[in-house]
């Protein structure tokens, strides 16, 4: 049987992702902060799909994380044939006034840890060549994003690299994807303190559910595909971001997260 690691699985995306590994018959690694969520998930995809899942809580922001979820993976001698970097959070407000300690926090879950456990598995995987990688990043990706600066450019970084290294490994066994989602209904929105912005709030763009995002990025994944955006008002968002004049579309998006 075949191994996904996914990280952030504790809720919304990640936790989709895990079901539908698991309903297609892959042990799972599970990680995330909240020990009780993951074991009580752990529990409920053991006895709905008899696969192994094993739960590793880590706080990924912290510099180690990566290679302790690396080295105890190791240990446990399991080999991770997809590698899911789900975990992520956003943070709303004008760069001015928002918190330094929170940002950096972001900075090292959203690129550096995603970074460093993508080095640590791609090098086992070309080893055997095989293998599958899927990044989170988002539609934020395509546009700076005044109100929430320094989340908009950690994804705008993610699609970067993750494009980058997919076609550096073009001619293996590996295949790197990166998915972009638009607003979607987690338990981001709390996090990030936009549940009451335009963005989410006045029904001007349409919020897709975490299982439709998660099966999505699932089948593009399975398919090899590089970028994969689900819905069409989200592609249409990302592909429109070429041609638009970036005074338009900072006014848009300072004006959605207010
Ligand atoms: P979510 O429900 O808040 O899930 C985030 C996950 O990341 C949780 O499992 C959380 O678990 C984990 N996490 C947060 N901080 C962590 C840390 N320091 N160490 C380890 N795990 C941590 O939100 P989501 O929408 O599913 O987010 C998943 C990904 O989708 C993120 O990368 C996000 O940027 C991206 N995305 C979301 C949207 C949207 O509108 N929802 C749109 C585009 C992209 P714990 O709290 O238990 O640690």
């Known amino acids: 049987m075949k191994t996904a690691l996914i990280t952030g699985a504790s809720s919304g995306i990640g936790l989709e992702f895990a079901r539908l590994f698991a309903h297609v018959h892959y042990n799972l690694v599970i990680t995330a902060r909240r020990e009780k969520k993951l074991r009580d998930i752990a529990q409920q995809l053991e006895n709905d799909y008899a696969v192994n899942v ?20 190791k240990e446990k001698k399991i080999t991770i044939d997809a590698l899911i970097n ?24 959203n690129i550096t840890a995603l970074t460093h456990l993508t080095k640590l598995f791609v090098k086992d995987m070309l080893e055997r060549n095989e293998g599958k990688v899927l990044n989170l990043s988002s539609t934020a990706a395509f546009y700076p994003g005044p109100n929430m ?5 950690t994804k705008a970084y993610v699609q970067s690299f993750t494009e980058a290294l997919s076609h550096e490994l073009k001619d293996s066994g590996i295949t790197v994807s990166v998915l972009c989602p638009g607003p979607t209904d987690t338990e981001f929105q709390e996090r990030a303190g936009v549940t009451d912005s335009a963005l989410f709030s006045n029904g001007m763009m349409p919020v897709a559910s975490a299982r439709k995002v998660a099966k999505i990025g699932y089948e593009g994944l399975m398919k090899g595909k590089i970028v994969i955006i689900p819905g069409v008002f989200n592609k249409l968002s990302a592909w429109s971001s070429g041609i638009t004049p970036g005074f338009i579309s900072k006014r848009v998006i300072e004006s959605l997260h207010e």
């Open 54 to 73: 094993t739960v590793i809580p880590l706080d990924l922001a912290k510099p180690d994380a990566p290679d302790e979820l690396y080295n105890s993976i």
């Open 86 to 109: 789900n975990a992520g959070y956003g943070y709303h407000g004008s760069f001015k006034d928002t918190d330094w300690t929170k940002e950096q926090d972001m900075i090292r879950l």
């Open 149 to 153: 600066a320094v989340y908009y450019a």
